[in-house]
């Protein structure tokens, strides 16, 4: 994994391309990533290097963050996440260093992590795509229950209990999940943001991470060798 930056989901809009096509945009602020710590092989196990963001009141904090980010001559930060690297590209990165939006210059396609919006307690049509009851007659009116639930009893193993993991009614969202292999249309340096294609999970003002795709097609991975060498 090369690195991970952290920002905040400002909104949706539309741009236009070069070529006069409208796109669905996502607008990402990424700054104040501050590099935190330097984890080593001889003293941790293993390389990698872990960034803070978000600014917190060092009285909402505790003393070991606020000593643990005062270390790298930071400011108490509200989240901190680490990746993995190697010992060349370790030696790139200084304690305190401040990560901005130019590491985006040469990505064409970027991963965005976030916590979905919560949707609180749902019915299986909201939540597993469930087509209801018949609507003919006879029917009661619980159009949009589950119908039978105890089919699976004999999948069961031990009891008369319910196989694992059915779908039922329940909460529904704020789960962390990953938005693949999106395009970056646009990076404004001047006030650290990045625009990506489409919707990204986590409401306006949420945290999310953005890193180089890990996985693309092979499409999709002949644009990034070509954008790497530009």
């Known amino acids: 994994m090369s690195f991970i930056l952290m920002g905040k989901k400002l909104g949706m ?12 945009v ?10 935190t710590q330097l984890r080593t092989k001889d003293k941790d196990g293993y390389t990698a290097v872990q960034i803070g963001y978000g600014a917190i009141e060092a009285r909402n ?19 901190h996440r680490e990746f993995r690297v190697d010992d060349k590209a370790l030696a790139e ?25 919560g949707k609180g307690f749902a019915g299986v049509m909201k939540r597993h795509h469930f087509k209801g009851l018949f609507a003919s007659h006879g029917t009661e009116r619980k159009h949009r229950s589950p119908g039978s639930i105890g089919g699976l009893c004999s999948n069961r193993g031990f009891g008369g209990g319910l196989k694992k993991g059915k779908r039922m009614a329940g909460h529904m969202g704020d789960e962390r999940c990953t938005t693949r292999s999106i395009d970056v249309v646009r ?16 409401a306006t003002n949420a ?9 693309l097609y092979k499409t999709k991975g002949k644009k990034q060798a070509e954008v790497a060498k530009s």
């Open 207 to 215: 945290m999310v991470q953005i890193r180089p795709a890990v996985r």
């Open 61 to 79: 904090s505790t003393i070991p963050l606020i000593g643990h980010d005062f270390k790298a001559g930071s400011d108490p930060k509200r989240h």
């Open 93 to 117: 990165y200084t304690l305190g260093q401040a990560l901005d939006v130019s590491k985006f210059d040469k990505v064409a396609y970027v991963d965005v992590i976030g916590v979905s919006k």
């Open 26 to 35: 996502t607008v990402i602020q990424v700054d104040g990533n501050v590099v």
């Open 187 to 202: 990076i404004d340096k001047e006030r650290n943001l990045i625009l990506v294609k489409g919707p990204v999970p986590g």
């Open 13 to 24: 809009t539309r741009v236009y391309s070069d070529k006069g096509v409208s796109l669905p």
